[in-house]
């Protein structure tokens, strides 16, 4: 069966492995046929968060053919933090609803 492991070590680099396992193969055989760690040995210390096609999912998982395993990195900024910090840069008068008014129009309408 053919999977494609997938990890990106750094914001717009990805890696990808096409591996070639027997039926049956886990994410663990995937991953020790791929040699992922003698590449980036950092992965060995970090707690692995991994997934299948975007499911989170566990070293024992199963995969079936066509599979795309898939290791993910630790957010370094909050998604919330990160928008607001946006927001407030760009300004509340050119974003969202605010940023076209009538002339004449109360704010916020």
Do not use: C
């Not at 760690?37 to 060995?44: G, I, Q, R, S, T």
């Amino acid at each position: 069966m053919h999977i494609v492991l997938v990890y990106s070590p750094a914001p717009r680099q990805v890696r990808e492995w096409r591996l070639a396992l027997a039926e049956g193969g886990s994410v663990e055989q995937a991953l020790a046929a791929s040699n992922i760690f003698e590449a980036f040995p950092e992965l060995l210390t970090s707690r692995l968060a991994i997934g299948v096609w975007g499911r989170k999912s566990s070293l024992a998982h199963h995969l079936r053919d066509n599979d795309r395993v898939e290791i993910y990195r630790g957010l370094r900024v909050d998604p919330k933090v990160a928008r607001r910090e946006r927001f407030n840069r760009q300004g509340v008068k050119s974003a969202g609803l605010f940023a076209r008014t009538r002339a004449g129009a109360k704010a916020g309408y």
